[in-house]
């Protein structure tokens, strides 16, 4: 059945109806269709137009048809040109011409801007939760790590000693602001079209703010053709998304190479990495390496999005039927991602011993030496000059400045004593670091309180 068909003569061509339809998509927010036409009459019998008989015999086949798509006894018909022909058809059968006052008030353009807006206000929720989960695994991490030596790097170079703590605690700033993003986006969005009509709103006396209300938002949408052509919603989610994936990407890069021979920072769980057909060795980083494609996918959604979307004249055009098929697509590659992150990292084994052999064997202590000679009076910039010359010393003979004797030191500078050594070990050079921000013990403790404030007022 056609919600439209009175006004045509002839049938639709086969191939149009098909290029025209939208149900083997849209059909995943019949939940939300549900929801939304249930509240749509409970308003329309408070303002009487219908009356409550009929909104009691509407409710109870509407949530019938629902019961009955969820238990799988009523498979959902793709000969349908959408959800809403779908549920409307459906209801009209089973409860006669009561049904067909469902739509009194309403046109598809506002009923598909609702279902879609409920649809991503549900999923908002859901990737929220994922990201809480995601650092609370962190946040674990970060806690047990606190001693953990590693170097830190700028331009993949060894520069500076920090710990596991300090690093993995970068990334949940990273995701915290991804929060706060999703958080921005679901208060932006929270306002209702139901009741704007196809453009023009309507001649019934429809009572939206009761309407928002039941539907749990803020208040009805302020413009009627704003309305049921905004979606601006969705190219904030797919934004946020792709900067959720961007983050992943980077951490899963880290993931790829600290799994590889060269660094062997990390031991990945089996259930989280493959092997090779034909190298009996091979220990592959694939999940990671599927989070770093697919932040691509999410990319080209919100690219599609906004391209189709620079174009289209006010209000409502049938180009914006493009929007589902991709924003689902990206809604549940970043829900994905986030879980799979997630168990992989939980899983992960750190070989903490490694790490700290490769902040050791980098000359990652090299600025300390430098501040040193700085703190005993020598200007920086000659500071700087005689740890380059000691380092340069240290490349020569294959060694660390930590196993230079200290004749050698003092060779080059007779600043330089004993306790040299202490003020460049890891520890030191760690712990001596407590600005906010710094992976200094006093630091991070900070830190990981405000993380832990952070996801007790979120939970």
Known sequence: MKLWGGRFTKETNELVNQ?????????????Q?????????TMLAKQGILTDAERDTIIAGLKGIEADIESGKLPIDNSQEDI???????LIERVGDTGKKLHTGRSRNDQVALDMRLYTRDEVVETKNLLLHLMNTLETIMEANTDTYMPGFTHLQKAQPVTLAHHIGAYIEMFKRDF?????????????????????????????????SLLGFKAPTANSMDSVSDRDYLIDYLSAGATIMMHLSRFSEEMILWNSN?????????????????MPQKKNPDIAELIRGKTGRVYGALTSLLTTMKGIPLAYNKDMQED????????????????????????????????????VGGFT???????????????????????????????????????????????ICPVFEEDIYEAISLKTCVDRRNTVGAPGPEAIAREIAGNRQFLKENE
């Open 262 to 278: 060269e660094y062997r920072f990390i031991e990945l769980d089996d259930a989280y990495s493959t092997g090779s057909s034909i």
């Open 180 to 212: 706060s993003r999703l958080s921005d986006l679901y208060e932006r969005m929270n306002y209702c079209p139901l009741g704007a009509g196809a453009l023009a709103g309507t001649t019934y006396p429809l009572d939206r703010d009761y309407t928002a």
């Open 84 to 90: 809403h022909s779908f549920v409307e058809a459906n």
């Open 33 to 41: 269709d549900i929801r939304g036409s249930i509240a749509h009459v």
């Open 19 to 31: 290029f025209n339809a939208s149900i083997s998509f849209d059909s995943r927010f019949y939940h």
């Open 365 to 411: 202590n090299a600025t300390d030496a430098a501040d040193y000679l700085v703190n005993h009076g020598v200007p920086f910039r000659d500071a700087h000059g005689i740890i380059g010359r000691l380092v340069l010393l240290c490349i020569e003979k294959d060694c660390a400045l930590d196993d230079l004797p200290l004749a050698e030191w003092k060779e």
């Open 324 to 359: 589902k098929e991709l924003t689902f697509d990206a809604i549940d590659t970043v829900k994905g991602c986030i879980s799979l992150f997630d168990g992989m990292i939980a899983t992960t084994t750190f070989r903490k011993d490694v790490m700290k052999q490769s902040a």
